[in-house]
């Protein structure tokens, strides 16, 4: 087979590959439309008349344009994928150390969880950490795009992530009072 047409190779960035600009605020609806534009390009089936080898290279193709639009389509993954870009790794496994005043609230938050009986607290409780969530993407836009500080906005990343684990705990708790 023939060097692909696509715009990148296997081993050139996500963004490249899609062709945006590296920054976290992205357009969903242009990320999704290229998404569709190179699953159509790569697809096995139009590699069929090339046989088995062309096939399996489109695949490739295939499975790390996903790999990418997954990356790309959630802003916290994005954001960590930038930081990682930028030589900042966010290293989460090793690097815990967080903000007195963060850990505060997860504490508050945690003791809120546990004494919520009612779907209305938890609901409340789920607003107040998806407005969290709100704010901390809104603090990486301007970390990664704005005045670049990416140290900043790794740390941004790693207490993210405490937010969303947090959502998913709120979340099975709804669900479980939903079902109970």
Known sequence: MSEPSWPARLTADDFSLFQ??????LVREDLD???KALQREAHPDRFAAE????QRVAMQWSVR???AYQRLKDPLRRAAYLCELAG?????????????AF???QMAWREQLEEAQTEDELLQLHDAVRQARVAGEAQLHACLDT????????????ALMFV?????????????????
């Open 88 to 100: 900042v790794p966010i290293d989460a496994e090793r690097n815990t150390a967080m903000p007195t």
């Open 20 to 25: 945006l600009p590296r920054q976290f605020a």
């Open 65 to 67: 344009i996903n790999e």
């Open 51 to 54: 046989g088995q080898a062309a």
């Open 103 to 105: 850990l505060q609230q």
């Open 33 to 35: 439309a290229r998404w």
């Open 147 to 158: 005045t670049p500080d990416v140290a900043r906005a790794a740390q941004e990343v790693r």
């Open 164 to 180: 969303a684990r947090f959502a998913q705990e709120v979340e099975r708790r709804l669900d479980a009072l939903a079902g109970a």
